[in-house]
Structures are given as structure tokens and as C-alpha cells.
């Protein structure tokens, strides 16, 4: 299993992303920080809630394999420096959670409306009964 979290500034707010990579494929799990984070606080957010965050849905992907090369490996790690955003498979399975989410709290919110109706018409009849009850 390979992790990979990268930090990066998202008007207003730093953002962290943490890519999951495992058995092909990849999870991704989207942080929002208020300022930015220092290298401490981002080591403490790991060591303290990893075991709590929310991963989405594993969606199916390729694992790059690195060179041995140190040569490349400086190359890929410059180039990493200087790409400031996430991956597009991260983007995938962070657009995938969202829509899961959404559907999830729109049935949660469906199901409550439907239950404070079935309240408020419980307690509608059971006034129109106290009001007959004398006759």
C-alpha cells in the first residue's frame, strides 16, 4: 500500500489530500485546514485522526512505478513540487464521494421530512379527539 498527502492552497482555505494506493487501486480522502498547517500540526493530524478519516470508495487505478535512477527521482520530485493541485483519478474519487454524500443526506433529509409529517398528523388527530371528547 503506498499513501501519498499532499498540502496545497485552495482559495480560502489549505487543503490536504491523502491518496490511498492499494492492490490497484485508489481511495482519497479530502482535509480542509483553516490556516496553513505546519509540518507538526499535519504530523499530529495524521498520527491523531487517521484511523477516523473517511476514504471514498475505491475506484480502480495504475500505481506508477518509480525508478531507481536518482537522477529521475529528482526529476519526479520537482515535478511534483511544482504541480500544486491533485491528481485527476484523485479528483474522480473525490467527485464520487461528494455525489454519495449528497444522495445519502438528501434520502436522510426525505425520510425526515417524512417523519415530522406523520408526527404533526398523529398529533392533528389527537387534538380533533380531545376537542369531541365532552360530547
Same mark, same amino acid.
Given at each position: 500500500?503506498?499513501?501519498?498527502?499532499?498540502?496545497?492552497?485552495?482559495?480560502?482555505?489549505?487543503?490536504?489530500?491523502?491518496?490511498?494506493?492499494?492492490?490497484?487501486?485508489?481511495?482519497?480522502?479530502?482535509?480542509?485546514?483553516?490556516?496553513?498547517?505546519?509540518?507538526?500540526?499535519?504530523?499530529?493530524?495524521?498520527?491523531?485522526?487517521?484511523n477516523h478519516l473517511k476514504f471514498s470508495k475505491?475506484?480502480?487505478?495504475?500505481?506508477?512505478?518509480?525508478?531507481?535512477?536518482?537522477?529521475?527521482? =529528482? &526529476? +519526479?520530485?520537482? !515535478?511534483?513540487?511544482?504541480?500544486?493541485?491533485?491528481?485527476? *483519478?484523485?479528483?474522480?474519487?473525490? %467527485?464520487?464521494?461528494y455525489e454519495e454524500n449528497k444522495i445519502e443526506?438528501?434520502?436522510?433529509?426525505?425520510? =425526515? &421530512? +417524512?417523519?415530522? !409529517?406523520?408526527?404533526?398528523?398523529?398529533?392533528?388527530?389527537? *387534538?380533533?379527539?380531545?376537542?369531541? %371528547?365532552?360530547?
Amino acid at each position: 500500500m503506498e499513501t501519498v498527502f499532499t498540502v496545497f492552497f485552495e482559495e480560502p482555505f489549505w487543503i490536504g489530500v491523502i491518496e490511498e494506493y492499494a492492490n490497484g487501486k485508489l481511495s482519497v480522502c479530502r482535509i480542509t485546514f483553516g490556516a496553513e498547517p505546519t509540518d507538526a500540526e499535519i504530523y499530529e493530524f495524521i498520527i491523531r485522526y487517521y484511523n477516523h478519516l473517511k476514504f471514498s470508495k475505491p475506484i480502480k487505478s495504475r500505481v506508477r512505478k518509480t525508478a531507481d535512477n536518482p537522477k529521475r527521482r =529528482q &526529476r +519526479e520530485i520537482r !515535478k511534483q513540487m511544482k504541480n500544486t493541485g491533485i491528481g485527476t *483519478k484523485s479528483q474522480q474519487a473525490l %467527485k464520487l464521494q461528494y455525489e454519495e454524500n449528497k444522495i445519502e443526506r438528501k434520502q436522510m433529509n426525505k425520510e =425526515q &421530512r +417524512e417523519a415530522e !409529517k406523520v408526527r404533526r398528523f398523529a398529533l392533528k388527530q389527537q *387534538k380533533k379527539k380531545e376537542k369531541h %371528547k365532552g360530547h
